[in-house]
């Protein structure tokens, strides 16, 4: 399971079809420059969450 967590933000940030458009842009930003950073500031819960679930 703990695996699978740390899968996420690679897959979500390799599959460049997911947020290759331009909107919703984000002050000013189109989709395609914020969501990598978005995935990249919501890297460090995902990595709690796995060493979290590891020490179970």
Request: proline share 11%.
């Amino acid at each position: 399971m703990r695996r699978l967590l740390l899968l996420l933000p690679f897959a979500a940030t390799l599959w460049l079809p997911l947020y290759n458009r331009a909107e919703p842009s984000l002050w000013g930003f189109p989709f395609f420059y914020w969501y990598p950073f978005a995935c990249l500031f919501a890297l460090p819960a995902v990595l709690w969450l796995a060493q979290r679930s590891a020490r179970r």
